[in-house]
T-cell receptor, first 115, second 115 residues
Framework: AQSVTQLDSQVPVFEEAPVELRCNYS??????LFWYVQYPNQGLQLLLK??????LVESINGFEAEFNKSQTSFHLRKPSVHISDTAEYFC?????????????FGSGTRLLVRP | DTGVSQNPRHKITKRGQNVTFRCDPI?????LYWYRQTLGQGPEFLTY????????KSRLLSDRFSAERPKGSFSTLEIQRTEQGDSAMYLC?????????????FGDGTRLSIL
């Protein structure tokens, strides 16, 4: 069965500092990987995705994530964070033998950016 | 593309009452998913529709829960005889059909509070 582990429940960081949010997944077959962001009282917004091809994927707002098959990781990074990046971030996996492509989420990491 | 729409945004009801939520997916999206999110956790999969067919249900979906997607457009999720443990955010997501995993687009959810 697939699973996702986000080890850090909360990551405090100062504005303009770099940040890494960790995500590890468990699956015996090829998967698709996603990062979603959730602001208070809202649904989830897709931040970036890895479906195939280049292992480094980037979003339009400066985030990037690298798919590492040997370490089964998909860590999210940003070189310089803004106050507006404060939110809950969820890593998710789908695919493999699952024809529904339902998402299996981690428990989330709260990014708290301080001035 | 008007996004995924969910109604109502908030629902407060007494224990034992029945509630129904509605989800309008992005038009022409064949796949529709329901998830449940409790405080401090990532969303958990409940059920999945491919057009009007309900193809997968989670064990989380007890017999008090029923979901429909008549005509393959909007979907409803009904909870009968609500219990305290049903309090959560119920999220709907949709994605295009076809092979492979397409990113799911989420609505803003319906927050259910059981008194």
């Amino acid at each position: 069965a697939q699973s996702v582990t986000q080890l850090d429940s909360q990551v405090p960081v100062f504005e303009e500092a770099p940040v890494e949010l960790r995500c590890n997944y468990s699956s015996s077959v090829s998967v698709y990987l996603f990062w979603y962001v959730q602001y208070p009282n809202q649904g989830l917004q897709l931040l970036l995705k890895y479906l195939s091809g280049s292992t480094l994927v980037e979003s339009i707002n400066g985030f990037e994530a690298e798919f590492n098959k040997s370490q089964t990781s998909f860590h999210l990074r940003k070189p310089s964070v803004h106050i507006s990046d404060t939110a809950e971030y969820f890593c998710a996996v789908s695919g493999g033998m699952d024809s529904s492509y339902k998402l299996i989420f981690g428990s989330g990491t709260r990014l708290l950016v301080r001035p | 593309d008007t996004g995924v729409s969910q109604n109502p945004r908030h629902k407060i009801t007494k224990r034992g009452q029945n509630v129904t939520f509605r989800c309008d997916p992005i038009s022409e999206h064949n796949r529709l998913y329901w998830y449940r999110q409790t405080l401090g956790q990532g969303p958990e999969f409940l059920t999945y529709f491919q057009n009007e067919a309900q193809l997968e249900k989670s064990r989380l979906l007890s017999d008090r829960f029923s979901a429909e997607r008549p005509k393959g457009s909007f979907s409803t999720l009904e909870i009968q005889r609500t219990e305290q443990g049903d309090s959560a955010m119920y999220l709907c997501a949709s994605s295009p059909g076809g092979e492979g995993s397409s990113p799911q687009h989420f609505g803003d959810g319906t927050r259910l509070s059981i008194l």
